[in-house]
């Protein structure tokens, strides 16, 4: 996909258009000069021109590569004269519904902009969030320990990022686009790993949440080291993998570039089962809790219980990335404009909304910050409110 292939997308631009030039100026070498004919063929930066005669007027459909930032079904046109080629009419502006400067300077500007203000409010939140977590005793447990992980992979990957950004666009005199550096392929290495641990982590979740349903983990801190190995060490192998089919087999640019490499899907791959696997689990979940709260099995001690992970797993959905379902089975090219919108702009907000949900709006992380509150007041002011002495908060499940 566009945003896990870490290419800009001002470079997916510049490449496509680059890779038409080169098959145009093939298609002018093979076709050779023909006299009798006027019109040569040529390239004007964005379409290729074919041999034409005087009178004849040439169609082109406007370029794919419009379609990254606007869909459009336009054409634009040249007529062939005694003087060579006449101006295209309409321009591509108006033909292709696409200005001049919207490739580098207007849409993807906006999307940098958005998804920084996203990975930016995502990293503030999330480091309150695992300090809370670290620093209350009776909020310690298998569950909490799996939420701080996913919560880091959330803060490491907006970090990677940032890096990455820096040091890609670091002046603008910077070729981003052909770069080729340690730190600019070490920041690429970077960001890959930590999309990578992400995914996986949110896997970790999943099973994590259909064993408890299952009333199979009852030694939960006895697989919280096989939960780690899964979470950070299963991606190390495959970023390791992947680092070796490059160095070895396509060194080229920044390694942002994975437009047609079949090493790309030693990453893409593991992602994409991980993707299709949190899904299956999502659903078991959803099965699961509605057999479990069908009021003639559902017993009254646990149907509290039961009634509360229900209100939750109705939030799953951006803590098991299933969104990501619709474009990770698609061609890359299917939507492209729609795609950078969710996977970079509403992405880069995902952290943020698990943090909310998972820690801010817990009914336990609530209550054990109101009662060192309270526990603070009473050392300060020497005041004992009544809900300090007979408060009393949940077992963790």
């Known amino acids: 996909s566009t945003a896990l292939s870490s290419l800009h997308p001002e470079c997916e631009f510049i490449f496509q258009l680059e890779k038409e030039k080169r098959n145009c100026l093939q298609y002018i070498k093979e076709q050779g000069n023909r006299s009798s004919e006027v019109c040569q063929p040529f390239w004007d930066a964005v379409v290729c021109w074919p041999h034409a005669v005087v009178g004849e007027t040439v169609h082109r459909p406007c370029p794919a590569v419009f379609s990254l930032f606007r869909n459009n079904t336009g054409s634009v046109s040249r007529n062939c004269t005694s003087r060579g080629w006449s101006r295209l009419f309409p321009p591509y502006d108006i033909a292709c519904s696409v200005d001049d400067d919207i490739p580098e300077q207007s849409y993807f500007a906006t999307v940098k902009l958005i998804y920084t203000i996203g990975y930016s409010s995502s990293l503030a939140v999330l480091a309150v969030a695992v300090l809370i977590l670290l620093l ?18 959330f803060i490491l990957k907006a970090v990677a990022v940032f890096i990455k950004d820096a040091i890609l666009f670091s002046s603008d005199d910077t070729n981003h686009c052909t770069l080729s550096t340690f730190a600019c392929k ?80 030693i990453i893409k791959g593991p992602i994409v089962v991980s993707i299709a696997v949190n899904f299956m689990l999502f659903m078991n979940i959803i099965r699961i809790l509605i057999q479990k709260l069908n009021p003639r099995l559902i017993q009254f001690n646990n149907s509290s219980q039961y009634r509360r992970l229900t209100k939750s797993t109705l ?38 909304l698990v943090a909310v949900l998972y820690c801010f709006l817990n009914e336990e992380v609530q209550k054990e910050v109101h009662m060192h509150w309270l526990r603070w007041q009473e050392r300060s002011y020497g005041v004992v409110s009544p809900a300090a002495k007979g408060s009393q908060m949940d077992t963790p499940f």
Do not use: K
Not at 144 to 149: A, G
Not at 189 to 210: G, I, S
């Open 315 to 352: 939030l799953l959905i951006p803590l098991f990335g299933t969104h990501y379902m619709f474009f990770n089975f698609l061609p890359d090219y299917f939507n492209v404009n729609l795609r950078l919108c969710i996977e970079l702009c509403m992405g880069s907000f995902q952290g943020l």
């Open 186 to 265: 070490a920041s690429v290495v970077f960001c890959h790993y930590c999309v990578m641990a992400n995914f996986f982590w949110l896997l970790v979740e999943a099973l994590y949440l259909n064993s408890l349903l299952l009333s199979s983990f009852y030694h939960s801190r006895r697989c919280l080291w096989g939960f780690s190995l899964l979470g950070w060490g299963v991606p190390v192998l495959f970023i390791i993998l992947w680092i070796v089919s490059r160095v070895y087999f396509e060194d080229t640019e920044c390694w942002d570039i994975n437009e047609d490499s079949p090493y790309w899907w």
């Open 136 to 153: 209350f005793r009776r909020l310690r447990c298998a569950r909490n320990f799996i939420h701080i992980q996913l919560f880091i992979t």
